[in-house]
């Protein structure tokens, strides 16, 4: 019995150890099938810089193939003995770059990726909006912060991004990446388009505000929701009455229950009181740079009584300005609207990207006065007591950017009409560039500044003239098309005439 | 012998009678007075509410209805009336007429746009002698194309034809000379009208009260 017993027993561990043995010779097996199945996101790309050196960089994958983030060391590292040279200092989650100054070595450069996988104890490669400047002056990039083989912390960026920032031309001949330090950043929209670059946005329009040309457009017809962009057509609205004398940017408004309760909903900027007031100017500051949407309420109370009337006002004006049917509003401040009942549909604001160029010339030439509230970083609202901030990422990232408004709802995506002053031939031109239903910021970001950038070379190659290899896309199309009812004709003429 | 003179004879009373029929026929046909009105007469007809009906029509399917100021022109085509022997008068349009009437039309509608066009950039805030231009370049700037040109391309049809004007204006009708005045009657609807008339050289004038048409003799 006893040694049935003890047999039973060795029985019981020999299973035990058996079972102990077999989970730790699979789990490594397990992991190995898992790792199998990570895409390759470290990569080290072939670089050639034009007259100079060759090299290779590395780049990180981000989360899908080609959403390509490379290494700025690295670059900087073969950058060093050109016209582009630049130096540049990353913290955990600061970037700070210098042009014009070789690079500091610090270790870590061009030493290639040693494997395509990431190591599971590894930080994980994580983009964000981390603080980022050139020659002190703040800008606003998506980038990666990771530490390289050295242990020093290096910057990944999208190479359009990095083209952009340093405006140097930058293209792929097969897998291996160009920079040419000689050459300023040499776009063409054609091949952009022809490449897909486009195809993540709802619309894209560049066009020159000045002539009321459009230079480059995309989808630029078509209807889309525009999120807070809206409150470019409030502000028109509001303007108008402040013209016509019903109203003026000093009248105290008092804000209503409707105001309070929007500024306590999920989409606040900041709170309002019942019964609190506010000058119409603060409010059109705040409405305009915070994006608040409770600032546009209150405006649009002030002028028209109530939403309901405000909203009419900005539809009739649209069908003024000669816009198409693909423009509609149903709020002032470009929030969904529910339609309520059982069965409640969620409605938004649209435009055409056609019809925002439309609305950005007539704030430009009609109420110019929009580029000092647009272009202004931050401002303290006397009457409001608290100090309002401008969310336009092209205000940091490109000069003379005078405006205009972002707009983000998960629908719209995430929209950006930007304006910018260039001089040409000692004349002061706008160029506009629009973008809606980008992906992301980092999209919406890198689409607008490419088209800014564009539009600038563009203008400054001379009496609209296009850079070589480039053409007008769409452009003229209006001229082609012929309009054969009274609607059509008479909002082409009105387009003619904005300015 | 007999015989011959018997067929001599009928022939004569048959000729002699057969030329009274003809003398008398042609004497009721060109030598008895007839009824003055009797004949071919022309007479204008205007018709330039129907031309700006038109045109209203096509600007006012745009968003903002705007009143256009049309020019005093009148557009106006003939009107063939036929009053016949046997108490029958015909109404109908001259298709020759309609040529140098389609010009005035033209001028109307290109008018009642640039009108339009104007007032549209006034709504929109512009005022289109502050622009330096007017509506004509700025369609050419736009479309390549002078408003004229864009009326008589792509514009609305504002010009009716000889069908819709007959439909308006044509018809059948009975006539009958009571003590010196004409009783005439729309054989379509069956209303009587009573009409004075008055003829002179080749004009005609009939008024029925409250509508008076002057005829020229066609």
């Known amino acids: 019995m006893k040694i049935k017993t003890k047999i039973i027993t060795s029985l019981k561990y020999i299973c035990i150890f058996i079972l102990t043995v077999c989970i730790t010779f699979a789990m490594p097996l397990t992991a190995e099938a898992t790792l199998e199945t990570y895409p390759e996101y470290l990569r080290n790309i072939p670089v050639s ?3 100079s050196s060759e090299g290779n960089v590395k780049a990180v994958d981000l989360n899908y193939d080609e959403n390509t983030y490379i290494s700025m060391r690295d670059m900087a590292e073969l950058l060093n003995a050109t016209q582009k040279a630049f130096d540049i200092k990353v913290t955990y989650n600061s970037v ?49 912060i990771h530490k390289n083989s050295e242990g020093v912390y290096d910057c990944y960026i999208t190479p359009g991004d990095f083209a952009l920032l340093l405006d140097i031309d930058m293209w792929y ?3 291996v990446l160009n920079a040419d330090p000689d050459s300023a950043l040499n776009l063409n929209l054609k091949d952009l388009e022809a490449d897909g670059y486009f195809e993540g946005m709802n619309a894209v329009l560049l066009g020159d505000a000045s002539s009321g040309e459009v230079i480059y457009e995309y989808n630029g017809d078509l209807s889309f929701p525009l999120a807070s962009i809206t409150k470019l057509m409030t502000y028109a609205v509001v303007m108008d009455a402040v013209t016509g004398g019903r109203i003026s940017l000093d009248t105290v408004v008092t804000f209503s229950e409707n105001v309070e309760k929007l500024s306590y909903s999920v989409d606040h900027a900041f709170h309002m009181q ?65 339609s309520g009942g059982v069965f409640s549909g969620k409605k938004q604001n649209h435009i055409t990207a056609e019809d925002l160029f439309i609305l950005s010339n007539y704030l430009l030439s009609v109420y110019p006065r929009i580029t000092e509230i647009t272009a202004c970083s931050e401002k303290y609202l006397e009457s409001m007591s608290r ?9 940091k990232n490109v000069d003379d950017v005078v405006g205009l408004k972002t707009g983000t709802t998960n629908k719209a995506g995430s929209c950006l009409v930007s304006a910018k002053k260039v001089s040409v031939n000692s004349e002061n031109r706008y160029i506009v560039a629009i973008v809606l239903g980008a992906e992301d910021g980092a999209f919406r970001n890198n689409v607008s500044q490419t088209l800014l950038s564009y539009g600038t070379k563009v203008l400054q190659a001379g009496d609209g003239g296009l850079l070589d290899g480039a053409s007008h896309i769409d452009g003229g199309a209006e001229s082609k098309k012929i309009p054969r009812d009274a609607e059509s004709l008479a909002r082409l003429i009105v387009r003619k005439t904005i300015k | 012998m007999r015989s011959h003179k018997f067929l001599l004879g009928f022939l004569t009373i048959v000729s002699i009678i ?5 003398g008398v026929s042609l004497y009721y046909i060109f030598i008895k007075d007839k009824s003055p009105y009797i004949g071919t007469w ?3 007809q205007k018709i330039t509410n129907m031309v700006r009906g038109k045109m209203d029509a096509w600007l006012w399917e745009a968003d903002l209805k705007i009143f256009v100021d049309y020019p005093t022109d009148n557009v106006t085509v003939d009107m063939i009336v036929t009053f016949d022997r046997s108490g029958n008068i015909t109404v109908k349009s001259d298709k020759k007429s309609f040529d140098s009437a389609s010009e005035v039309a033209s001028k109307i509608g290109e008018a009642a746009l640039t009108d339009f066009l104007t007032k549209r950039l006034a709504a929109a805030g512009t005022d289109v002698s502050s622009l330096n231009t007017d509506v004509n370049l700025l369609l050419e700037e736009a479309l390549g194309m002078s408003v004229a040109e864009y009326m008589s391309e792509y514009g609305p049809k504002i010009m009716p034809d000889a ?10 009708y009975t006539y009958r000379e009571e003590d010196g005045r004409l009783i005439i009657t729309d054989t379509d609807t069956g209303e009587e009208k009573t009409a004075t008339y008055v003829v002179d050289d080749d004009k005609m004038v009939i008024t029925t009260g409250r509508e008076t048409y002057i005829y020229s003799k066609k």
């Open chain 1, 49 to 51: 810089i034009v007259g």
């Open chain 1, 96 to 144: 700070s770059v210098t042009s014009g100054v070789p690079y500091e070595i610090k270790g870590g450069e061009n030493v290639p990726f040693a494997s395509n996988l990431r190591d599971e104890k590894d930080d994980p490669y994580n983009r964000k909006k981390n603080a980022f400047s050139i020659d002190e002056k703040e800008v606003s990039y998506y980038t990666i």
């Open chain 1, 173 to 175: 001949n097969g897998d």
């Open chain 1, 274 to 338: 019942a019964g609190d007031t506010a000058t119409l100017e603060d409010l059109i500051y705040g409405s305009l740079m915070q994006s608040s949407n409770e600032c546009s309420l209150a405006l649009a109370e002030a002028v028209s009584g109530s939403e309901e009337r405000f909203v009419e006002a900005m539809n009739l004006k649209a069908a003024e300005l000669g816009m198409s049917d693909g423009t509609f509003f149903y709020n002032c401040n470009g929030l969904p609207v529910f």
């Open chain 1, 387 to 395: 100090t309002v901030m401008n969310s336009n990422p092209m205000l």
């Open chain 2, 18 to 22: 057969s030329l009274s029929v003809i």
């Open chain 2, 42 to 44: 022309v007479r204008e």
């Open chain 2, 163 to 172: 069908e819709e004007v007959d439909a308006l204006f044509a018809g059948t």
